[in-house]
């Protein structure tokens, strides 16, 4: 198994190395470029100066001598300078990294411990009518448009009745931990609505064929009790499939609230990818797209190392 | 089954006979009337008026129209060409299946929103494309569409690849290939017919998606572009307004949210008959 993981470390590198030059290809292809918005901004640029500044930021050599100085560049740890946060690249992701995993991991441990609770429940009465009514409400939480739902919410606990704040993180000062909390309800209450019917629907299913195990059976003939056959025997086989979604969730950790950054301004990774994308940020794009890359790959490696540690019956060669 | 189907065929039928409901209304769904904006539901406009002057009933008829559109074309390519790719692997094996199921785990282990993004906001002009091209209507539903099938095949391709594998080895192929049957008949006769199920299926789940993803993106404004409407276009406009009109957030939201989880039941409920004896369903 060790093998196995240095393999796909091995594997993860090279591809990310790939990724890295695709995307160095199409973020060139972006409408504009930096050169062009120096100009919109300064209409006394003439063209000698275009061309100046053009060489001087390597725009007029060919894609993979500019690959080539990038990489080399960020090898050596130099990510280069974000044009939209006018620092390092480095300095700008890093505090969108922490708010990130702030919003995502909070409404990640709620959605996972919602999505036990209502999964083992529908598991237990197969066919019952609350069975069927948690299983209509994860569909129905699968099919919500996120950002639909993100406007909802804002509808009516922001504008309508004016509990909550609609965008943003919070200020400073005091009562600053107050203030940052109720920030986060709106954009966590929506992540987790969003996520809740998937994680009910797989913990659904992994009980179900948990329980219908002749382990059970046994278990249920030597008298245990009903708690005790459900929460040790049945949730214990279940947690291997179970273990393995959640560390591919892992995956999406970074870049997997953009849409919800986005509609509650929230300045996390996935605001950030936007934003740089639009705003051609080339160096700050390139470095947030290839970081969400890097941690979605970790977290499929964590769920194949999962897989085989929880269940013997797993090997990898 | 009955009622997403219900539900499906009242939605497509509805965004179908839009003409209908224009000729009938004197109205098109792009004719604009700025002295007739935000109005309420009235006999010419049952649904009210947008912040042009748009009859909202029309327009929710015509982005039905673009979205189901979209959701369809998107799916069944993706479901075809994933077909391809698994029959492929499955079937011929060895290198041929190992390269292309290396590439399906690739495609499915990529951050793929913030990926999209990049392949949406794309400037067509710089791969050479002539502007009138790049910037015609046709283009951006045909970008949705192939954006959507870049990362749809995936789900086609590992559960066509898992069937051919399985039905391979069964008696009727072994008996077809020992009569000189060619390949090409034994995929096309014998495979293709024992992976429809599963293929149906996925397909009819990959819709409610498609339509999903095409909301999100026509919503950042990389998807749909105006004049033509979709249900994700409504919806950017709406975010402006929801202090004055709340209502046209409303109603494209819920038509998307009506319209993917009827796919996701319609799916559900085809696996459920397909395969009566898998009580767990994921």
Not at chain 1, 33 to 40: E, K, Y
Request: net charge neutral; glycine share 8%.
């Amino acid at each position: 198994m060790i093998r196995f993981a240095a393999i796909r470390l091995v594997e993860i590198a090279a591809m990310l190395a790939l990724m890295s030059f695709v995307i160095y290809g199409l973020i060139g292809l972006m409408p504009g470029d930096p050169v062009d918005l120096m100009l919109t901004s300064d209409p006394h640029l003439s063209a000698a100066d275009v061309a100046r500044l053009k060489s001087l930021y390597g725009i007029d050599r060919p894609l993979i001598e500019r690959y080539l100085a990038w990489a080399q560049m960020a090898l050596s740890g130099d990510l280069g300078y974000s044009r939209l946060f006018s620092a390092p690249v480095a300095a700008a992701l890093l505090p969108r990294l922490a708010n990130s995993l702030e919003l995502l991991g909070s409404s990640f441990a709620l959605a996972f411990l919602l999505a036990l609770g209502l999964g083992i429940a529908a598991a237990r009465h197969p066919g019952s009518r609350l069975d069927a009514a948690i299983n209509f409400t994860a569909f129905a939480g699968i099919s919500l448009p996120t950002f639909w739902l993100a406007l909802i919410l804002m509808l009516i606990f922001a504008q309508g009745l004016g509990w909550l704040p609609a965008s943003g993180m919070g200020e400073a000062g005091s009562g600053a931990l107050l203030d940052r909390l109720r920030h986060l309800v709106l954009p966590v209450a929506t992540l987790t609505i969003a996520s809740l019917g998937g994680y009910t629907r797989y913990v659904r299913a992994a009980m179900r064929d948990a329980l219908g195990q002749d382990h059970i059976r046994t278990a249920r003939a030597k008298g245990a009790s009903e708690l005790r056959v459900v929460w040790h025997h049945a949730l214990r086989s279940a947690l291997v499939p179970i273990a393995t979604i959640l560390a591919l969730s892992f995956g999406t950790l970074v870049s997997g609230a953009l849409i919800t950054e986005e509609m509650f301004a929230y300045p996390g990774m996935g605001k950030l990818i936007f934003d740089a994308v639009m705003g051609n940020d080339y160096n700050l794009a390139l470095a947030a797209l290839l970081l969400a890359t890097a941690v979605t790959m970790a977290g499929n490696l964590a769920a194949d190392l999962a897989y085989a540690w929880l269940d013997p019956r797993v090997t990898y060669r | 089954m009955r009622l997403p189907l219900l539900l499906l065929g009242a939605i497509a039928a509805a965004a179908l006979a839009m003409p209908l409901v224009a000729a009938a209304l004197h109205a098109d769904p792009s004719s604009v009337d700025l002295l007739d904006r935000f109005a309420g539901p009235s006999a010419a406009h049952p649904l009210g008026t947008d912040e042009l002057g748009r009859d909202m009933l029309l327009r929710l008829l015509e982005g039905g129209r673009v979205s189901l559109t979209i959701g369809v074309a998107a799916a069944l390519t993706a479901a075809a060409i994933g077909t391809a790719i698994g029959v492929a692997a499955g079937y011929l094996g060895g290198w041929t299946d190992r390269l292309l199921m290396r590439l399906t785990d690739a495609v499915i282990a990529l951050p793929l929103l913030p990926l999209l993004i990049v392949f949406a906001a794309l400037d067509l002009r710089k791969l050479g494309v002539p502007h009138w091209v790049a910037d015609s209507a046709a283009i951006s539903l045909l970008r949705i569409v192939a954006l959507a099938v870049l990362i749809g095949w995936t789900t086609a391709a590992r559960l066509v690849r898992g069937a051919t594998l399985v039905t391979r080895q069964r008696d009727f192929v072994r008996a077809a290939q020992s009569l000189g049957a060619g390949t090409l008949h034994i995929l096309v006769r014998h495979i293709l017919p024992n992976v429809m199920a599963p293929l149906v299926v996925a397909t009819t789940l990959s819709v409610g998606d498609i339509i999903l993803l095409e909301s999100v993106l026509s919503f950042l404004g990389l998807g749909v572009q105006p004049p033509l409407a979709s249900w994700g276009s409504m919806l950017s406009n709406a975010e402006e307004l929801m202090n004055s009109a709340p209502l046209l957030a409303v109603y494209p939201g819920a038509l998307i949210f009506l319209t993917v989880i009827a796919c996701n039941l319609l799916g559900d409920a085809l696996l459920a008959r397909f395969d009566p004896r898998d009580p767990a369903r994921v």
